[in-house]
């Protein structure tokens, strides 16, 4: 069974500063999604990755994929407070039946001003 | 072009009874999934419809139920409602079932079950 963990949970930072969500998954997965969610909020699509080695970068957010270490990363660059969030993780396998998504367990960012 | 949407936002039930939650999936999307997320958790998949037939189920009971229209719209039906069924439920439309096909989320709809 495909098992997707993400550390850690919860991460105090200050603004400025750098820091990396790490998510590990149990099996062969081909496809690997970041989401952002807000309090009370739907989940928001920051990345898809597709491909070992991939890199994407949005603004701040950067996510890479190493499927042979079956290690993604979201790394924060100089965060700011509108970054605060829970950061999910999700993978698909790519080619079944049924697109079905399985979510690690959250990291709750809170960027101190 | 139309995003997913939910209805109810929000809906308050009473243990026991039964509640319908609705979705009309992204134009041009025939597939609709269905996720329960509870409170600091990572939302769970409970089934998808493509072309009006379940096309995969997690690990929720039977009293879970949910219908497919030929509009690609859906509806998620839970009977018998448990305490711990109260969590944000969410619906995601993709063009096509299948791994390759990426996800679209709506705004979800709360149920709180007291």
């Known amino acids: 069974e495909l098992k997707v963990e993400q550390n850690p949970l919860f991460l105090s930072m200050q603004e400025g500063k750098n820091y990396t969500i790490y998510c590990n998954y149990s099996?062969?997965?081909?496809?690997l999604y970041w989401y952002r969610q807000d309090p009370g909020k739907s989940l928001e699509s920051l990345f898809v990755?597709?491909?070992?080695?991939a890199v994407k970068q949005e603004g701040r957010l950067m996510a890479s994929l190493d499927t042979k270490a079956r290690l993604s990363t979201l790394h924060i660059t100089a965060a700011v407070h509108d970054l605060s969030a829970t950061y999910f993780c999700?993978?698909?396998?790519?080619?079944?039946?049924?697109?079905?998504?399985?979510f690690g367990t959250g990291t709750l960012l809170a960027i101190q001003p | 072009e139309t995003g997913v949407t939910q209805s109810p936002t929000h809906l308050i039930k009473t243990r026991g009874q039964q509640v319908t939650l609705r979705c009309s999936s992204q134009?041009?999307?025939?597939?609709v999934s269905w996720y329960q997320q509870a409170l600091g958790q990572g939302p769970q998949f409970i089934f998808q419809y493509y072309r009006e037939e379940e096309n995969g189920r997690g690990n929720f009971p039977p009293r879970f139920s949910g219908l497919q229209f030929p509009n690609y719209s859906s509806e998620l039906n839970v009977n018998a409602l448990e305490l711990d069924d109260s969590a944000l439920y969410l619906c995601?439309?993709?063009?096509?079932?299948?791994?390759?096909?990426?996800?679209?989320f709506g705004p979800g709809t709360r149920l709180t079950v007291t």
């Open positions: 995601a439309s993709s063009t096509k079932a299948g791994g390759d096909y990426e996800q679209y």
């Open positions: 999700a993978v698909d396998k790519a080619g079944g039946a049924t697109n079905k998504l399985i």
């Open positions: 990755l597709l491909s070992n080695g």
């Open positions: 134009s041009g999307h025939n597939t």
């Open positions: 099996t062969t997965s081909d496809r």
